[in-house]
């Protein structure tokens, strides 16, 4: 008689729960590459190059700025930035912390006043539009910005004194973080309105 076949014992990544032979194909394959590298050398033989490289240039970099891999990690040296990855690879810049107060003239005596930036600095801006409005006497309100960022709108032209009410109010927002930015609104009448005029 003919021999019973045997059943097929498939090996899965630990980490994307693949065959590894798939991993490749998976969205996590950056996070899988260690755990390839440990359990299936053979099926990935790139990545063995690509880590033994990799150490390569990290030890020039250590070496070039002076610090052996031996060194605990005591130097006085600044830390570089962390940098954010987003999905697909995109890096996150980390935004300026500032505040730009925007002042929109409309109608020729009507304005509005923007304040943008104030919750980089901690504030909670539906208290800031409440203080804002009762200092002020005037109306404001928390908005979306046209980059979908909030932003507090004060009816009025109050870039006279908002500078000193924000960094007597919230000291974390200093004078040199501020600044200004004035535009006008204006709506041109067509041309073809101006020609049957005359």
């Keep these: 008689m003919a021999e019973k076949p045997q059943p097929v014992v498939v ?25 390839l590298i440990q359990n299936a050398p053979d ?7 690509a880590n033994a490289n990799e150490a390569d240039k990290v030890a020039d970099q250590l070496q070039s700025t002076g610090i052996s891999s031996a060194d605990s990690g005591g130097s ?12 697909g ?10 505040v730009i107060i925007e002042k929109v003239v409309r109608n020729k005596r009507k304005c509005i006043t923007t304040v943008k ?60 973080s501020i600044f200004f930015i004035e535009m006008e609104k204006r709506f041109q009448p067509l041309d073809i309105e101006r020609k049957a005029e005359t």
């Design 117 to 176: 930036g104030l919750e980089l600095f901690g504030v909670k801006l539906s208290d800031a539009s409440k203080k804002l409005g009762k200092k002020f006497a005037t109306g404001a309100s928390v908005v979306k910005g046209p980059t979908d960022k909030e932003q507090i709108d004060v009816q009025g032209d109050i870039s006279y004194d908002i500078v000193e009410f924000i960094t007597e109010t919230w000291p974390d927002v200093l004078e040199t």
């Design 11 to 35: 090996q899965y990544c630990q980490v994307c729960s693949l065959p590894p032979e798939y991993c490749e194909f998976g969205s996590e394959f950056e996070k899988c590459k260690p755990w």
């Design 89 to 98: 690879g995109k890096i996150k810049k980390k935004e300026k912390k500032e």
């Design 43 to 49: 099926l990935y033989p790139d990545l063995l190059k």
């Design 76 to 87: 006085s040296e600044a830390k570089p930035e962390e940098v954010k990855r987003l999905p």
